[in-house]
């Protein structure tokens, strides 16, 4: 029984890992950028 439950806690350990990778990868290579924004005034962009 220990061992079928460490099995499962590293299935759900390896999951979490490449489930939030790939949510991370993904967000990294989405174009544009809050800065591209052609109506945000100077003060605004300095602030962000």
């Given amino acids: ?3 079928y439950i ?3 806690f ?3 350990l390896l ?3 490449i489930i939030i990778s790939l949510g ?3 967000l990294r290579l989405m174009p544009g950028s809050v ?3 052609p109506n ?3 003060e605004i962009v300095a602030a962000l």
């Fill in 15 to 17: 999951t979490m890992f």
């Fill in 40 to 42: 945000l005034s100077p």
């Fill in 24 to 26: 991370f990868f993904v």
């Fill in 1 to 3: 029984m220990g061992r």
């Fill in 35 to 37: 800065y591209d924004d």
């Fill in 6 to 8: 460490l099995k499962r």
């Fill in 10 to 12: 590293g299935m759900i």
